[in-house]
Structures are given as C-alpha cells and as structure tokens.
C-alpha cells in the first residue's frame, strides 16, 4: 500500500463528527483535497481533515496555505504515509505541529477480545441515537474510564477513550474498548476506526487493531485579526 484511501479517511471523519454530535464536515480546497468542520473549541475553533495527502501531495500544500491564513484558529489534520513529506510541507506554510505520532487504526470488530471490568468498577452503557458511550465507575460512583463509538452504516468510530490517572493500569481501557466494540457489532457494525494517541496505539495493538497510516496534526499560526480569511 502506497498511501491510505481517502474514502477511509472520510468514513472515519464522518463518524468522528457524529460521536461528537458535530455538523456534517464541508468538502474543502480544490477536487475535493479536504472536509471542513467547525469544532467550536477554544483554542481548536475549526479542523480541516486532508483527504489526498499521498494521492496529490500538492492539495496538502494548497490546505495548509488556507489554514496559515483562516479567520479562526484552524487545525489541519493530515494521515499519511509520508509523515516526513507532509511534515516538511506543512513548516514550509508555517504551521505548527501539535501531533507527530498519532496512529490512523482500523479493526474487523467481530473478532475484537472480551474484556470485562473487575471489581469494584461498575459498567455503564447508553446509547443514544447512533452513539454509544461507555462508562466505568468506581466504588463511590465516580466515572474512572469511559470512552463513545459511533455507528455509520457498517462502520465504528470509536473517540475519546478516556482512564482517569489514579484508575490507570487496571485493565480498564481494555475493558471499555470491549464494551464498545459489543455495542458497535450488535447494532450491525462490523469495521472500527479511530485515530490514536501513541500511548493509545499500544492498549489497540494489543486488541488487535491495525496501523493504516501515520496522523500529524497541525495548528495554523496566530494572525492579527484584520489580516484572516476563512478557509476557502
């Protein structure tokens, strides 16, 4: 494989906008090179998802010169093969990197383990709508990991999966990965996807889930009010 299709990579935006209960994300720059999503967060206000980075690694470019000059604070998120290449493309327009080694992952999720949480952790799932979200408390209550997937057709998109500090080392991302890949498969999804921390790509290894590709995440430079332009 000499680079990651950028129908994957929408399926995965599509279901990252949907467990965030975010609006669909807008097509982007020339041909179709990116999806726009308005994320509403301080310090993270819009985040622009390339979609052909090994494809044309000239639509990584024409992304990154709209993001070096957007009207909010943008992030340009780019899974890639080429992380060096895009890297280099990316400080040549200015940006600063925030992510490096972040991991694009995908898994068939009827084969996922079974893990179960062990006492005193109690488990707790909702779902609401096309989004499940698992939450694991402790013995007074208190949410001690939790993490949401969403389902997309066929499918999973699993986001932030979360253990709390003082709960690490005890099984429980293992556990709540488990809780909701059952809840994916029960609802007909059979293919996960997520974007991992690097701490993150190690629990998913160990499940079974695979590296597709490298995710670098970059953040556009602060620009004096009057001088930003939304990106195109």
Do not use: K, N
Request: net charge neutral.
């Amino acid at each position: 494989m000499t680079e990651i299709a950028s129908g994957l990579i929408r399926r995965w935006v599509d279901g990252w906008a949907t467990a965030r209960s975010l609006p669909e994300a807008e097509q982007v720059g020339q041909a179709g090179d990116g999806l726009w999503s308005a994320c509403d967060q301080p310090g993270r206000e819009v985040e622009v998802f390339a979609l052909r980075a090994d494809e044309e690694p000239e639509s990584v470019a024409r992304l990154a010169a709209a993001v070096a000059t957007a009207r909010q604070i943008t992030w340009l998120t780019v899974p890639t093969l080429r992380p060096a290449a895009v890297e280099a493309v990316v400080d040549a327009a200015g940006l600063g990197l925030l992510h490096r080694s972040e991991s694009f992952m995908t898994t068939d999720l009827t084969g996922h383990p079974r893990h179960v949480p062990l006492a005193p952790y109690e488990r707790e799932v909702r779902t609401e709508g096309s989004v499940t979200v698992v939450s694991l408390r402790d013995a007074s209550g208190e949410v001690a990991a939790r993490g949401s997937i969403a389902v997309v057709g066929r499918d999973a998109i699993a986001d932030r999966i979360e253990t709390d500090p003082a709960h690490r080392r005890r099984g429980l991302g293992r556990a709540v990965m488990s809780a909701l890949a059952e809840s994916a498969v029960s609802r007909g999804a059979r293919t996960g996807l997520l974007v991992a921390s690097e701490e993150g790509r190690r629990l998913y290894s160990s499940l079974g889930w695979r590296h597709a590709a490298d995710v670098l995440i970059a953040r556009g430079p602060v620009v004096p009010s009057g001088r930003r332009r939304s990106v195109p």
